[in-house]
């Protein structure tokens, strides 16, 4: 009790702290609020070395391994990424007293509005060579009005009152909270209490160095402990809206309560919490095949794509590949599931370092006893599992209606032949028949893509996702940066299903509907982020330098080890 009590101390004490530097971040000027990313910026490149390095020890990785580019890439290189696109905007909004938008980024699809943000300037072109990235916006925005809809805390700055954000960080990818609390400093006026998740509550120290600006401002506090931390700090009267990044059952406990009185309270429809909450929480993230003539190569290609994104950060993620949609008659299913299984074969077992992920990996496997594993079971280390040929009819829950949170992914073949009789049915098992709305991925080779370039079309602007990642994995939208991470438009908090609300997107778009990031069906040089990059550790080390402190020398020296996978 002594303990509790003490946690609720620390609460109050960094809520009074932020009452105090609430005013001081709403008046702030553009210079003043530039400087800070300044510092921000330098803090955080003087940090990204311990904070791979504890990420890495946490999580079981040998720091000097090609997979440790995955703590750099979704650690410290996303955060310093976010701060220099925040910095861009801001000096813009700064110089010219408007949005950072150019005339030939914006232009419409059908009755959609839509910005182009990628790539922006030529280094963009160098990294991600022949990707692009889109922002639809929602109805009723005009290329005529989108400007007014963006960076209204900037340019409108009397409809937004200043105000404390409880932010509860996620567990799994480091930049989360980071990056969370960049969005309601910059984007929302918000002073902010991160309250740490226990599961990498390691971070904190880091993160108090790579933030010292906005702790010595008096703009965040960080806090750790568990569950009644957060209710703590959630139902604080000075705290006047919470984000959230976790599970929908967490979510629920916090707006409705716990055991009988959540149930009530949701019958009720009495929220226990009595102030804004966004979220962003998960997903059945589907990838769809669509069905053509592929390739050796192409295949070889993209079933190495499918394994990324089922593998990385041990499938920890919100957006990892969860259900494979095929075509049953598509000719090379059974091809690509083999070439799927030998490129799995090739990635070795990681610790699976989130709690209870043994107990959902083995209701999987004994939920689909036809599931194929790969890899070799270890102490702490679980076998990646693909279950082929899943009814797509059928009632099941551990493949399309919860988020499996572990390293296994489902195959669902939809009664189609062809990619016209494909694309329909795969938007509607999509949006009808798996949980979430967070990131959705779809392939298909140019060939068969220019003989359905209207369904296809078609599919991207029904597909009920906030992020859509043609090609490749959707992750993507969430490291940009430019581009809005978060759920489809909709949700309530009685369905809350994906999330609240958008983060990220740096140009501060007011009304965004969903991202669309697109690449090569088969790219010429491996992305960087691919499982088996072999020089992905120094690209991704240089890759933080140049986001840190961008030049033509460190740009170059990305390239260098990013074009020799």
Not at 92 to 104: K, N, S
Not at 499 to 505: A, E, K, L, P
Request: overall charge negative; proline content about 7%; aromatic content about 8%.
């Amino acid at each position: 009790m002594a303990e509790v009590a003490q946690r609720a101390g620390a609460v109050s004490e960094a809520v009074g702290e932020l009452c105090r530097g609430r005013e001081a971040l709403a008046s702030s000027s553009l210079d003043e609020r530039i400087r800070l990313i300044d510092r921000l910026t330098t803090d955080t490149a003087a940090a990204a070395c311990e904070w791979v390095a504890v990420s890495c020890a946490a999580k079981g990785i040998d720091p000097n391994s090609p997979t440790a580019s995955e703590e750099w890439l979704a650690g410290p290189v996303s955060v310093l990424r976010n701060l220099r696109l925040l910095r861009r905007s801001l000096a813009h909004i700064a110089r010219h007293r408007r949005p950072l938008l150019a005339d030939r980024e914006v232009f419409l699809r059908g009755d959609t509005t839509v910005a182009r943000v990628f790539p922006e300037v030529f280094s963009d072109r160098l990294v991600l060579t022949g990707f692009t990235a889109e922002i639809r916006m929602e109805p009723g925005v005009t290329p005529e009005n989108l400007r007014d809809t963006m960076a209204r805390p900037y340019l409108d700055p009397a409809g937004i009152e200043p105000g404390i954000s409880a932010v509860l960080g996620a567990g799994n990818v480091s930049s989360i909270g980071p990056q969370d609390v960049l969005q309601k400093l910059f984007a929302e006026n918000r002073v902010c209490a991160l309250k740490m998740n226990p599961v990498n509550d390691y971070l904190a120290p880091v993160f108090e160095r790579a933030f010292a600006a906005v702790v010595e401002a008096g703009f965040l506090r960080i806090l750790d402990g568990g569950a009644e931390v957060g209710a703590e700090l959630v139902h604080h009267d000075e705290v006047c809206d919470v984000h959230m990044t976790g599970s929908q059952v967490v979510h629920d406990a916090i707006v409705w309560g716990t055991g009988d009185e959540g149930e009530a309270n949701r019958s009720a429809g009495t929220p226990v919490l009595d102030k804004p909450i966004t979220s962003e929480l998960g997903c059945v993230t589907p990838f769809i095949l669509v069905p053509g003539v592929w390739t050796k190569r192409e295949i070889a290609f993209q079933a190495a794509n499918v394994a990324t994104m089922l593998t990385n950060n041990a499938s920890f993620n919100c957006n990892a590949a969860k259900v494979l949609v095929t075509a049953e008659g598509w000719a090379q299913r059974e091809q690509f599931l083999a070439e799927l299984g030998r490129a799995l074969e090739r990635i070795q077992p990681r610790l699976a370092y989130y709690p209870g992920a043994e107990q959902r990996h083995e209701r999987f496997i004994s939920d689909h006893p036809g599931a194929r594993s790969y890899g070799e079971r270890g102490e702490d280390r679980l076998p990646w599992a693909v279950a082929p040929g899943v009814d797509p009819a059928a009632d099941d829950p551990t493949a399309f209606g919860i988020e499996a949170w572990c390293g296994v992914l489902a195959e669902t073949a939809l009664p189609a032949n062809d990619a016209a009789e494909f694309l329909p049915a795969a938007v509607r098992f999509c949006n009808e028949r798996l949980y979430g709305t967070l990131s959705c991925g779809i392939a298909a080779d140019p060939r068969t893509r220019a003989e359905v370039a209207g369904a296809f079309d078609l599919a991207l602007e029904e597909l009920r996702y906030g992020s859509i990642g043609v090609n490749h994995w959707p992750a993507l939208s969430y490291a940009m940066g430019v581009t809005t991470w978060g759920a489809a438009p909709g949700h309530t908090i009685e369905d809350v299903q994906s999330g609240i609300g958008f983060v990220h997107n740096t140009r501060l778009f007011g009304r965004p509907h969903k991202s669309v990031v697109e690449g090569p069906f088969c790219a010429p040089i491996l992305p960087l982020w691919f499982a088996g990059h072999r020089r992905a550790l120094p690209a991704s080390e240089a890759l933080a330098r140049y986001e840190a402190n961008p030049g033509p020398g460190r740009l170059l020296a990305v390239a260098r080890h990013a074009l020799r996978p």
